[in-house]
């Protein structure tokens, strides 16, 4: 990717750089962040978003609260509960906490080599991101060689969502420079249209076809035989490749699996957590009853209603067809293999 190209989230020598998710599609407004009170405020609001980018804001988010802690002159104390605000803004995407900690084994070495690790974790998310969009695209056209491809997506999961290029997007992306997409259904992804706003924008500005549907379409479309292969992200993949993602993704992975349509999972391996053993170990973040009462600033539920409004669903391993890392194209099975052989200590 050139240097001059749009990113979600970059470092400018003294301060963070965030595309203000929330304006778009309207406006495309920069967020300037060097506190960890706006960078909190920004994660929680979904200024920044996506769980490859929030593995950033997380990596960048140390190196904000050690500079601050040196300007203000905090105690050791202070400065570690501004990073773990950092690391708890958001429960699901294990890449927030992931960036925090990984960063954070460099303080013996101080603030810049911690900064050194953050710039190389956002080289190495968007160098991934690469590699997994060729292994989801060779995985597809093994399958379809003949013809373009007809995808469903669920909520952003493109250059917006992640350091650069993105994942499920970036398979779509890759398909698209070896001219085989036909069409992209992108689900609009309530309640805070992820879909319609952010993925739509990003296949707009890459002249790739798309169709906005309300997330109910989904299954119908897959039933339909409108859709070849359905296509998501993750914010958090278990070691038994249960797959967290936004809410509705079970759905589609369901009338996929009815239809005979394969379901892909694609992310970096920074969302695999083999700590969490199976779906059933994540916190799943639920978020503000007016996200689903009010349709923009428009009461849209009576008064007396009270809402439910998870963030994130699981989709068991079992409606996975390949889950798709810069590893490869591995099936949930074969993943939890390899991440067991990797956890068995030779005798
Ligand atoms: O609430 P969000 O917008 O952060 O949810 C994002 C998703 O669910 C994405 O699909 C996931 O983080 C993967 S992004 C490459």
Request: glycine share 8%; net charge negative; aromatic share 4%.
């Amino acid at each position: 990717m050139a240097d001059d190209e749009l990113r979600a989230i970059t470092w400018e020598g003294d301060h963070v750089r965030l595309i203000d998710q929330t304006r778009l599609p309207g406006e495309l407004v920069m967020l300037d962040i060097d506190e960890v009170d706006p960078l909190v405020d920004a994660i929680a609001r979904l200024a920044v978003r996506g769980a490859p980018a929030l593995g950033a804001a997380g990596a960048l988010g140390v190196v904000v609260a050690l500079r601050q802690a040196e300007r203000e002159g905090w105690d050791d104390a202070t400065r570690d509960a501004a990073i773990t605000r950092v690391r708890d803004a958001r429960p699901t995407a294990i890449n927030l906490a992931w960036g925090v900690d990984r960063v954070l084994a460099q303080l013996p070495h101080g603030t810049e080599a911690v900064l050194a690790d953050a710039l190389a974790l956002i080289r190495e998310d968007e160098e991934a991101n690469r590699a997994l969009g060729r292994a989801g695209a060779d995985w597809i056209q093994q399958r379809i060689p003949d013809r373009p491809i007809r995808v469903l997506t669920h909520c952003n999961t493109g250059m917006l969502a992640t350091t650069a290029w993105g994942t499920a997007l970036g398979i779509v992306r890759e398909l698209a420079t070896r001219d085989a997409i036909e069409l992209v259904y992108v689900d609009e992804t309530r309640p805070l249209l992820q879909g319609a706003r952010l993925t739509a924008w990003e296949l707009a500005e890459e002249g790739i076809a798309h169709r906005v549907q309300v997330d109910g379409a989904a299954a119908s479309t897959i039933l339909r035989g409108m859709v070849d292969v359905a296509i998501i992200g993750a914010d958090r993949i278990a070691a038994n490749g249960d797959t967290a993602n936004k809410i509705g993704s079970v759905g589609v992975a369901l009338a996929c699996a009815d239809a005979g349509v394969p379901f892909l999972v694609a992310a970096p391996a920074s969302t695999v957590d083999p700590a969490t053993r199976s779906g059933e170990e994540i916190e799943i973040e639920e978020r503000a009853a007016e996200e689903v009462t009010f349709f923009a600033s428009d009461r849209t539920a009576p008064e007396a209603s009270p809402a439910f409004n998870p963030a994130f669903d699981v989709t068991p391993a079992r409606l996975i067809s390949a889950i798709v890392t810069e590893v490869g194209a591995e099936t949930p099975a074969e993943l939890a293999a390899r991440l067991d052989a990797a956890l068995t200590v030779p005798a």
